[in-house]
């Protein structure tokens, strides 16, 4: 059996009476690159012209950028090659990015976006920051000034499970990650651990509330493949949002009959897009369909950076102060230490990682470094569930 693991392969053996199947729809190959499939969204958008036809020359562009996207310069030069053509000058365009988002991806950005305006979102600058209305509860709208004073704006993100909203990207990608530090602390705190459900919950239907009194942004919704490929983007306006949490279920859920005494997930693609959260994502995914005190193997080649609330969860060995420093603090990857913390403490978790091993203890699982030691794991017996991408999949029984 060959696993993929990172840009890698793991090879182990199990026997096939041990395994217990994923069940979920076929996986097809996608039907054109990242650029082509860019191309083709913005010629043909769901129930709406194509985006240059809702352009003129004098627009100011925002594009808000999921910066953790894969092919991230190939999807930018498409989209940047199509404001262009409706006359819009580069000095014209920003590419808007949240506060979380590193720099790393400035590196893959294409020679036509080099005039382009390049903007992180700073929530605690009042001055970057603009008032827009209040939504129908009251609260008072402060978001990013740049995107407030667009004339168009085009929401380039993945679609994908968070540990915040249960469906990330899209909306979500506009409020709360682009408001002022007050609200965005606001919801720090919100915790999504288990399987999300379609139907809008309190946060995504703000941020829809949100998005209607901002105008008419366009969502270009990516939907991931396997490792670093992309399988489909649609774009459209708020209404194609539910079409891209469809396509992301078709493409990312699955069941499995019975829970596992062993679940190995495996992280493909490349380490430097990785974040903790895909991690946490991962972790609690395989933990969610293994028996209470099963295995848990997670396989990566990332050493993803550690935020504020990571570090403390490797530095705090009690729970109760774990929580109240987390109150306190209110860091950004407070809902993925949430998610790690149930995995954790649901199974064994075994981590294959570039972390020191004095890392992976800190963060409470037992280092694994090599297919042998997987192999010894696995000879222990029970029933065995492969997890590939299992930062991306969301598994029920």
């Not at 590196?107 to 129908?136: F, G, I, M």
């Not at 005494?261 to 972790?283: K, N, Q, W, Y």
């Not at 293994?290 to 990566?300: D, E, Q, S």
Request: hydrophobic content about 40%; aromatic content about 6%; some cysteine.
């Amino acid at each position: 059996m060959q696993l993929r693991v990172g840009e890698s392969e793991w090879v182990v053996e199990v026997a096939a009476e041990r395994c217990i199947p994923l069940r979920r729809q076929p996986v097809v190959t996608p039907v054109g690159s990242p650029g082509e499939l860019m191309r083709a969204a913005l010629e043909q958008p769901r129930r709406f012209v194509p985006l240059r036809q809702a352009l003129t020359p004098d627009d100011r562009v925002a594009i808000v950028l999921d910066a953790t996207l894969p092919a991230v310069g190939e999807l930018l030069q498409e989209v940047i090659a199509h404001v262009r053509s409706a006359g819009v000058a580069p000095e014209a365009v920003t590419i808007l990015t949240p506060p979380q988002a590193s720099g790393q991806w400035q590196a893959c950005l294409p020679s036509c976006c080099r005039q382009v305006n390049l903007e992180r979102h700073d929530p605690s600058d009042r001055s970057k920051l603009a008032y827009l209305a209040s939504t129908a509860r009251g609260r008072r709208l402060y978001l990013n000034r740049t995107l407030v004073d667009a004339d168009f704006v085009i929401v380039l993100s993945g679609r994908r499970y968070d540990p915040r909203t249960g469906y990330g990207g899209a909306e979500t990608s506009i409020f709360p990650d682009l408001a002022d530090a007050e609200t965005r602390s606001a919801f720090a705190s919100r915790f999504y651990g288990g399987v999300p459900e379609p139907e809008p919950d309190d946060l995504r239907s703000e941020a829809a509330e949100v998005v209607g009194l901002l105008g008419v942004p366009l969502f270009v919704q990516v939907i991931e493949g396997e490792g670093d490929q992309i399988q489909e983007v649609i774009a459209g306006l708020a209404e194609s949002c539910g079409e891209g949490i469809a396509r992301q279920d078709a493409r990312w859920r699955a069941a499995v009959g019975e829970p596992a005494d062993t679940a190995i997930a495996t992280i493909s693609g490349t380490a430097e897009r990785l974040r903790f959260v895909d991690l946490a994502l991962a972790a609690a995914t395989a933990a969610r369909i293994v028996r209470p005190g099963g295995r848990v193997a997670l396989l990566t080649q990332a050493a993803p950076e550690l935020g504020a609330g990571a570090q403390l969860l490797c530095a705090l060995e009690q729970p109760q102060e774990l929580r109240q420093r987390l109150e306190q603090l209110r860091p950004d990857d407070w809902s993925a230490c949430r998610l790690w913390l149930q995995a954790v403490q649901r199974c064994s978790l075994f981590l294959a990682s570039r972390y020191p091993d004095s890392v992976v203890e800190q963060l409470r699982a037992t280092p694994l470094h090599s297919p042998q030691q997987l192999q010894r794991l696995l000879d222990a017996g029970g029933k065995v569930t492969i997890l590939p991408d299992a930062h991306k999949l969301m598994v029920t029984y």
